[in-house]
Structures are given as structure tokens and as C-alpha cells.
């Protein structure tokens, strides 16, 4: 059996980045987080989501389905920071070559591509409206709630300010094409959002958990 690597993992950004806050999960145990990432939970636009439940109206049906896309959030945060941290365990050698050829995550590749896997894990649904899929059409009528969420990333009168100052300049608009993917994403950055959303990612298996 080839042995794990002893890569190291990579260093926070700042002494903000630290992760001294936690909260209570009933599925993952407790979730931990840093200060600049407190700002972007108490944030009014990610609060809401403690009011839009991850089933819609399906509590009416079961009474148990009434956890929430807040809590949902926090989860898949957690999920893909594990993931992230099992790769650079593993392969950190291979992920930071691959990583520092985007200019943005030069200096400091792990580092901020973790962090960029974590707000992408907190923020994914943030665009949501209330009733959440089962009204999707109405409210956001042929864009959908990621374009919605792509809009509250980057603009700067709603996260785009808050997540610039936290970070550097530029980094909510790196965050939304983590966010978008597609050809707006540099493709060495596949990987940060294969683990928020794609196969075998940590939206669907958080889902499957709760």
C-alpha cells in the first residue's frame, strides 16, 4: 500500500483566518470557523437562510424535514474543507504545482484555495429564495438561484465588499467563478469546485446526511 504523504497543511492567510469560533452540528459534530468567515455567517444575506428550509414545503408532509439552508451551508463547508484537507494529506505536492499557475493563488496556493473551498461551500446556496426549488421558477423566473447567488458574491453592495476586505482584492470575483465554473473559471480550479458541486461532492452528500 503506497503511504500517505506527509505534506504539510497549508498555513492560514492571516491570524483572522484562524478558526477559534465552532458551532454545534447534530451530524458533523462541531463545525469550526474562522473571524473573517463569522462576518460572512452573521451577514443579513446568509442569515436569511436560517429561514428557507432545505425541502421546501415537505415538512408538511414529514414533520422531521425542517432542517434549514443555513445549517445545510455550514455543513457542505465542513464536508469540503475535509475533503480539501484528505487531497493536500494525500497529493499536496501535485495540488500546489497545480494550483499557483492561477495568478491570483501564486504566493500562497493551498491557502487560499482552501479558503476559496470553504466560502464556495458556505455561500453555494445563498442565492435561494424562500420555498426554496419548489418556487425557484416563479422567483427567479429562467436564471435560477445560482445565477442569483453568483450576483451576491461579487457585487459589491451585497458580499463583494465584505469578502475583499476579509481576503484581498479581486477574491470575490475569483470566489464567483469557483462559483459559475464554466469557461469563466480557470480550469485548474476544477478541483475547488468539484468538491462543492460536482459527482461525488459535499452539497449532495451533506444532503444525503441530514
Known sequence: ???????????YLTDNDVPRYRIRCPIHGF????ENERKII???????LRHIRQLALTE??????????FEHSLGVMELATRAFDQI??????????????????ENEPLAIGRQL?????????????CFSHAAERVIHEESGHESFTFKLVVERDFLGTELDGAYFSGFSALLGKVLQ???VM?????????????ETDADRSDYLLL
Open 88 to 105: 493536500a494529506a494525500r497529493s499536496g505536492g501535485l495540488l500546489e504545482a497545480n494550483l499557483k499557475t492561477v495568478v491570483e493563488l
Open 42 to 48: 452573521d451577514h443579513w444575506i446568509f442569515r436569511r
Open 60 to 69: 408538511m408532509l414529514y414533520p422531521g424535514a425542517t432542517h434549514t439552508r
Open 117 to 129: 473551498v470553504r466560502l464556495a461551500a458556505l455561500l453555494h446556496d445563498v442565492g435561494h429564495a
Open 186 to 198: 480557470p480550469p485548474q480550479l476544477k478541483i475547488l469546485k468539484d468538491l462543492v458541486s460536482g
Open 181 to 183: 465554473g464554466g469557461p
Open 1 to 11: 500500500m503506497k503511504a500517505a504523504s506527509s505534506f504539510r497543511q497549508p498555513e
Open 31 to 34: 463545525i469550526r470557523f474562522s
